[in-house]
């Protein structure tokens, strides 16, 4: 009778079945476990984001988006989607990319972030064609330092697949002279990424979150991303503590304490004094060029 009585809660649970993000595994007792589904909750549905976190890579997006998802009025997407920057994506349609975003309720507004956005050449067009006033939320870091921490995640990366590396030196020199084509280069050059988002959206329609500072003092820039968003303040003080052995803030929100996976923060090399020079040399131009394009000026070296 028991294991008629289990068959047919399978399926039931076969026929009803839900979203992925509502699966659950079930313990029935020695022997038996199965998954079952839990119903988006009531009123909830997908939609396309109301602000994305368009960039840039090595930036701060994953810490921005952890730390906004602290409010309670802000649905965040699990992973980065890259349905504007890449092409097989973009042809699998809007349909696609809606049902990639979380159940969200109508007072909430939901948030997806792909840094890649910021540097791809079609991703302004095609976020305008979806949504002309969406807002747009973009975390900057020093530039140099951006260079150095991109070349640090791709060399972390080719170890742990067991690839050759590079000392960063020979990435960023080539024939004795400054490699500007080395792509971690060509991201940090936000004046040039920022003109063709300018084509599309008004100044307006995108806030800077500064990196460098949200490191240090992550509250004053999340008050500011909540007024820009016209979200009522929530996010307070009591929602980050700095932890000691990782050297950056966490986070403590609804009973629980979480840090940003230990692939964050990695310690960066030490780079050639005359090679770095050069690297700053070569960026600070293209940094004039961007406080003047967004009206505002960052501490840069």
């Known amino acids: 009778m028991a294991f008629l009585l289990v068959s047919m809660f399978l399926l039931v649970l076969q026929t009803y079945a839900a979203p992925p993000e ?45 730390m906004l998802d602290i409010h309670p009025e802000v649905a965040a997407a699990a992973t980065e989607v890259h349905f504007f920057d890449w092409e097989e994506n ?5 349909d696609w990319y809606r049902e990639l975003m979380p159940y969200s309720y109508p007072h909430q507004i939901t948030v997806e972030k792909t840094p890649g956005y910021f540097t791809s050449a079609l991703a302004p067009e ?31 990366n080719r170890l742990e697949n067991h690839k050759p590396v590079q000392a960063i030196e020979n990435l960023l020199v080539r024939s004795g002279a400054l490699n500007t084509r080395y792509k971690a280069i060509q991201r940090s050059l936000y004046d040039v990424h ?19 500072t949200l490191i240090r003092n992550p509250l004053p820039e999340l008050q500011k991303v909540e007024r820009f968003l016209n979200l009522p303040p929530r996010i307070m003080s009591s929602n980050f503590y700095f932890n000691q ?23 960066h090399p030490v780079v050639n004094g005359t090679v770095l020079q050069q690297l700053r040399f070569y960026l600070r131009e293209h940094n004039r060029n961007f406080y003047r394009l967004v009206k505002r000026s960052f501490d840069w070296q």
């Not at 368009?54 to 952890?66: D, M, S």
């Not at 920022?194 to 460098?212: K, S």
């Open 90 to 94: 973009y042809a699998k349609g809007f």
């Open 194 to 212: 920022m003109l063709n988002w300018l084509r599309h959206f008004p100044l307006e329609q995108i806030h800077i979150v500064d990196g460098d």
């Open 22 to 66: 509502f699966v659950q595994s079930l313990d029935l007792g020695p022997g038996l476990t199965t998954n079952y589904t839990l119903s988006p909750p009531p009123g909830t549905s997908k939609r396309a984001p109301h602000s994305i976190i368009i960039g840039v890579r090595k930036g701060g997006t994953r810490a921005l988006l952890e």
């Open 126 to 156: 095609r976020i305008c064609a979806m949504n002309s006033s969406i807002k747009l939320l973009l975390i900057l870091r020093d530039p140099t330092e951006r260079v150095i921490s991109d070349y640090t995640q791709v060399y972390f």
């Open 245 to 267: 052995t990782k050297g950056f803030y966490c986070i403590r929100s609804d009973g629980r304490e979480r840090c940003l996976h230990e692939s964050k923060g990695r310690p």
